[in-house]
């Protein structure tokens, strides 16, 4: 885990059970001074989750989703997360700053024994905290709870090729290309490609 004094070590939570996953949490200083809470999702985020949602969607063209395409209700938010704090080889973690969301990132794992070892992350952070190393934390966070898992040996992503600021992020932490996937994104009339890249965690 990175060295900063004030990190919280979450180990084990791949074997807690959903109510001490709850309080697992990591407290990271950011460059801007502020204290960053990197924890778990819990139900009680539904509705802030959903609000991060709204937000996030119409400040990056870098997401699969744009302003209103991605708008679950309370209920199925909450289904959501009661599925991921269900599920071992799944995760759904926040950023939380002075209590408001501001970073979110899940990770899916295979759910048959062949392909359960491997899985894709996907990670966003509201615009006006990029840059401080929310998601140096948050990527951290989730390579030490796959390397505690002892189940999930790597983890994939596909990032837009123009994205040079995740792909310095993910090459910083580890992550090597392994390929290009052609015309992934399409918006307003334009191709975009997206290159594949994973990290081996054993
Ligand atoms: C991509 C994203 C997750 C990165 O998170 P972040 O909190 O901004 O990243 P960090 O502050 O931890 O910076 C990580 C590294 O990126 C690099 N970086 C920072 N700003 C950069 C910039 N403007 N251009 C290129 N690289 C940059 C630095 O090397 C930095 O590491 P360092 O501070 O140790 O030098 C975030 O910017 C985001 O949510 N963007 C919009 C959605 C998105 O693109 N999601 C990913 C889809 S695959």
């Known amino acids: 885990m990175g060295s900063n004094p004030t990190s919280q070590t979450p180990w084990t939570l791949y074997d807690m059970s959903g109510k001490e996953r709850e309080k697992a949490m990591k407290v990271v200083e950011l460059k801007n001074g502020e204290m960053v809470s990197i924890r778990e999702t819990v139900k009680e985020d539904a509705s802030r989750i959903i609000d991060y949602l709204c937000m996030v969607a119409g400040e990056t063209d870098f997401l699969t989703f744009g302003p209103g395409e991605f708008l679950p209700t309370l209920d199925q938010e909450v289904v959501a997360i009661e599925e991921m704090l269900g599920a071992s080889k799944k995760t759904m973690t926040v950023a939380v700053v002075n209590n408001k969301i501001i970073g979110c990132m899940s990770f899916s794992g295979g759910t048959r024994p062949r392909v359960q070892h491997t899985g894709e992350l996907g990670i966003s952070?509201?615009?006006?905290?990029?840059?401080?190393?929310?998601?140096?934390?948050?990527?951290?966070?989730?390579?030490?709870?796959?390397?505690?898992?002892?189940?999930?040996?790597?983890?994939?992503?596909?990032?837009?090729?123009?994205?040079?600021?995740?792909?310095?992020?993910?090459?910083?932490?580890?992550?090597?290309?392994?390929?290009?996937?052609?015309?992934?994104?399409?918006?307003?009339?334009?191709?975009?490609?997206?290159?594949?890249?994973?990290?081996?965690?054993?």
């Open 125 to 202: 952070i509201l615009r006006d905290y990029w840059g401080l190393g929310v998601g140096t934390a948050m990527m951290e966070y989730l390579i030490d709870w796959g390397k505690d898992s002892k189940v999930i040996r790597k983890f994939n992503l596909r990032v837009r090729d123009d994205n040079t600021r995740a792909i310095t992020l993910y090459k910083k932490l580890g992550f090597i290309e392994e390929g290009i996937t052609t015309r992934e994104f399409y918006i307003n009339g334009k191709f975009f490609d997206f290159v594949r890249m994973g990290l081996c965690i054993d």
